[in-house]
């Protein structure tokens, strides 16, 4: 890469870093650093170690997550310490490699608006706002050096390249089962390659899910891949999912701008299009904010646009494909073939055994959807290339700063809790994500559901707009105080409304709701029967 270009996505990766750097802890976070604290006094038994993260503490083995992001966060924090400064950082280097290796990637492809490719994926809301403290960006970053070493051409050893494509793969199935689709990859750009003696690569991340297989039998006589908690397979689920995938899609796809820009660069009126649509969303959002359109009737709009969006998307995707494989070309593009089962397998991995669909599943599928769609940015004008990075751009800010201010209520609520609540009795507190940790980090003590743990006169501190453990049956609690912020205009356009970013398929919405409210009540009464509390 020329040094214009190098410049250019580190400037890009300094503005995603930044916007992270110092955001709260949020989410799923908590979980991964209560995880990584385990792991750091107790390496060879990483998935032994109890978390709340429902009701009551489990063992690791009965979550989602394979645990090598876990002791890579371990191994940064016992040097560093466990300040967002330093682990964000750290997170960055992901952000970093993944914009590298998407970058060429569409060099590899040929495709000659790469940068602004790049540009489009890194200010896709769900790439720049799901980097956290999460495994989905260090996830993504695997699968495109992986895609990376599938694509090149010309490599010295056939072997060679399979050999780093398979252990990119073993590896990052140690991220996040959801990368299992992509073992259908390899195998079919195999198959469709004729190199049929390689195919023995395959078994190379499948060993490496064996082995950890054998680690986890050894350690908690089980199996985790297959133990995990499961979903109902329903009609009514699927469809469901189906709906709020193809939603989500629209909702952090507005670099889909730039494909309908490219479809029409014939005409001259194209240049139009983008400040148009960017026009109506500034209408649609003065209107709500002026009462002129109900908010709810506002936000079913946008629910529908990006409905309409998501299946646009998917029309641009298969027509790219049917342009180079069907109508320029006599024979089906191996480069086809690879994306499109990408696309194909992950997103019906996500939907058929996902509980919910959320912003960050969806984002797995977003790289091949612009490389794809990136034939139609080809003839892009330089002027709507302007325009759609600024209009993908300013939307993705308006939401990360929303998301910083959702995490930062959190961070914040808790130390004012400990401010006001008399010392002299005993905290405790009940909620997850990133409140969970910072409630901790303050000395509350965490509620468990199965357990009389309350004494009369304790204090228990509660937000109530996240997911929380229930209060044990027969504690009466009173009310003494709560804590709020008053609306913000920084999050009108929100990512906390009912938490649509985390886990719906409109991953954002306006709101005039305050972030959360956080109650303080005085534990009144508790049953006679207890068990001996809880020092």
Known sequence: MSINKWLIIGLVYCVVTLININKAYHIDDTFHLEAANWIRQHPLRPMSGFINWDENKEPMYMANQPPLYFYWVAIVSSLFGTGELILHFFQSIFTLLALVAFFKITELLNLKKGLLLTSLLAFCPAFLINQNLMVDIPLLCFDLWFLYYLLQQDVPSESGRYWKASLILGFSLLIKYTNIPLLVVLLITLLWRRQYRLLYVVLIPAAILGLWSLWNY?????????????????????????????????????????????????????????????????????????????????????????????????????????????????????????????????????????????????????????????????????????????????????????????????????????????????????????????????????????????????????????????????????????????????????????????????????????????????VAVVPIKQSPAVE
């Open 218 to 522: 050894v350690e908690f006589s089980s199996i985790h891949i297959v133990n995990r908690p499961q979903n109902q397979k329903t009609l009514a689920l699927f469809t469901k999912n189906l709906l709020d995938f193809i939603t989500c899609l629209g909702a952090i796809s507005p670099f889909s701008l730039a494909f309908f820009a490219g479809y029409l660069s014939r005409y001259k009126l194209s240049t139009l299009l983008i400040p148009v649509v960017a026009l109506s969303f500034i209408v649609l959002t003065i209107a709500t904010v002026k009462d002129r359109i109900f908010i709810l009737t506002s936000n079913d709009i946008l629910s529908t646009v990006f409905l309409i969006n998501g299946l646009l998307t998917i029309v641009f995707v298969v027509g790219s494909v049917w342009q180079n494989s069907f109508v320029r070309n006599t024979s089906i593009d191996s480069v086809d073939v690879i994306l499109i089962i990408w696309i194909a397998a992950v997103s019906g991995f996500v939907i058929l055994f996902a509980p919910f669909i959320a912003s960050r599943h969806v984002l797995l599928i977003i790289p091949p959807v612009l490389l794809l769609g990136g034939r139609w940015v080809d003839t892009i004008s330089a002027t709507n290339a302007v325009q759609t990075v600024l209009a993908t751009a300013s939307i993705t800010i308006i939401l990360a700063v929303s998301d910083w201010r959702f995490a930062d209520f959190y961070r914040q609520k808790a130390k004012e809790a400990a401010s006001i609540v008399p010392r002299q009795h005993r905290i405790w507190t009940a909620g997850h994500w990133g409140w969970q940790w910072y409630a901790q980090q303050n000395g509350f003590k965490e509620v468990q559901a199965d357990s009389m743990q309350f004494r009369t006169g304790d204090y228990l501190v509660q937000p109530q707009g996240i997911d929380s453990q229930r209060i044990p049956d027969g504690v009466r609690l009173q009310q003494v105080n709560y804590l709020t912020s008053p609306f913000s205009w920084l999050t009108f356009i929100s990512t906390s409304y009912y938490n649509c970013f985390y886990g719906r398929g409109a991953a954002w919405a306006y709101s005039r709701f305050p972030i959360d409210t956080v109650k303080i009540y005085r």
